[in-house]
C-alpha cells in the first residue's frame, strides 16, 4: 500500500474511533459525608478541571434513587450559565442513594472524507460537498453519577439499568479506601464491553494543576480494577460509541459517562 493511501488510511481509523474533543461532564457533591437527613447539594456541569464548572448540564431529567431503589425527582434543579445546582433533603433514611442527571442528548457530529481530506460538521442538515464520504456520524449523550451513604453502605441503589452505557460497582462506592481497589464492570445495554478504555481522574479543583489522568481498560468481561493509592475525590470517565435506536437524530450515540468518587485514609 502506497505510504499517502497508508496515511489517510490511518487518519480515517482514527477519526472514527476516537472521541470528539469536549468538556467532561460531572455530577459532584458539596461534600461526601451526609446524614439521613442532609440537604444534599450537588453540581452538574461540563469542564475540563474537576470540579471546576464551566459549562451547564441541562436538558436533562435529573433523578434521585433512595436507598430502597425507589427513583424521584430531587427537590430543586437550579440552572445557572457555568452549572446546574441540585437540592434534595433526604428524607431520613439511612443507606445508600444515587444521584443521576439522567441522560442529555447533545450536539450531532459528522466527519467525512472530502478527496482525501478529512472534514467535520456539527449542523445536521447541512448538506455534504459533492463527493464527501461519511467517516462518523453520531450525537452525543452524556449521563453523571454519584452515590452517597447515610450510615452504613447499601446496595438497593446501585442495581445496573440494563440499557445504555454505565459503570456497575462490584466494590461499593462509599467504601474506597487506599491500599485497596475499586473494582466495577462497564456495560452496555447490559452487556459487558471488554477492552474497554476508562479514565481516571483526580478532583483537584483551583489547586495544584490537573494530574494526567490514570488509563484502565477492561478485560474480557468488562471488569476493570483500580488501585486506590491516594486519598480524595476522582472521577471516572468513559466514552463509547453504541447503535442509536431507530428515529435518532444519528444512526450512533457519543456516550459520555462519569462516575464522581472519594477514596479515604484507612
Same mark, same amino acid.
Given at each position: ?95 445508600? =442513594? ?48 454519584? =452515590? ?39 456495560? =452496555? ?78
Amino acid at each position: 500500500m502506497p505510504m499517502k493511501t497508508c496515511l489517510l488510511a490511518g487518519l480515517l481509523l482514527a477519526a472514527a474511533v476516537m472521541p470528539a474533543h469536549a468538556h467532561t461532564p460531572y455530577l459532584a457533591p458539596a461534600t461526601f459525608q451526609i446524614q439521613p437527613t442532609s440537604l444534599v447539594t450537588l453540581d452538574a456541569s461540563f469542564a475540563e478541571t474537576f470540579f471546576v464548572p464551566e459549562v451547564v448540564f441541562d436538558n436533562s431529567t435529573f433523578v434521585v434513587t433512595d436507598p430502597d431503589g425507589v427513583q424521584h425527582a430531587p427537590d430543586t434543579v437550579h440552572l445557572l450559565k457555568t452549572r446546574a445546582v441540585v437540592e434534595q433533603r433526604l428524607p431520613g433514611k439511612k443507606g445508600t =442513594y444515587r444521584f443521576s442527571t439522567g441522560n442529555r442528548l447533545g450536539a450531532v457530529f459528522r466527519t467525512f472524507d472530502v478527496n482525501g481530506k478529512l472534514e467535520s460538521s456539527r449542523d445536521p442538515s447541512a448538506p455534504l460537498p459533492a463527493g464527501a464520504k461519511i467517516v462518523s456520524h453520531y450525537q452525543s449523550l452524556s449521563r453523571s453519577e454519584v =452515590y452517597l451513604t447515610a450510615g452504613a453502605p447499601t446496595t438497593d441503589a446501585l442495581a445496573p439499568y440494563g440499557k445504555g452505557l454505565e459503570l456497575v460497582p462490584v466494590t461499593h462506592p462509599s467504601d474506597l479506601y487506599v491500599g485497596e481497589h475499586f473494582q466495577f464492570e462497564v456495560r =452496555y445495554d447490559g452487556k459487558p464491553l471488554p477492552a474497554q478504555k476508562v479514565e481516571i481522574n483526580r478532583a483537584l479543583g483551583d489547586g495544584p494543576a490537573q494530574p494526567a489522568p490514570i488509563e484502565l481498560t477492561t478485560d474480557a468481561a468488562g471488569k476493570a480494577s483500580l488501585p486506590l493509592q491516594h486519598a480524595g475525590a476522582y472521577l471516572a470517565l468513559i466514552r463509547y460509541r453504541g447503535a442509536a435506536p431507530e428515529g435518532a437524530a444519528a444512526p450512533q450515540y457519543g456516550n459520555n459517562y462519569t462516575l464522581s468518587f472519594r477514596v479515604l485514609e484507612p
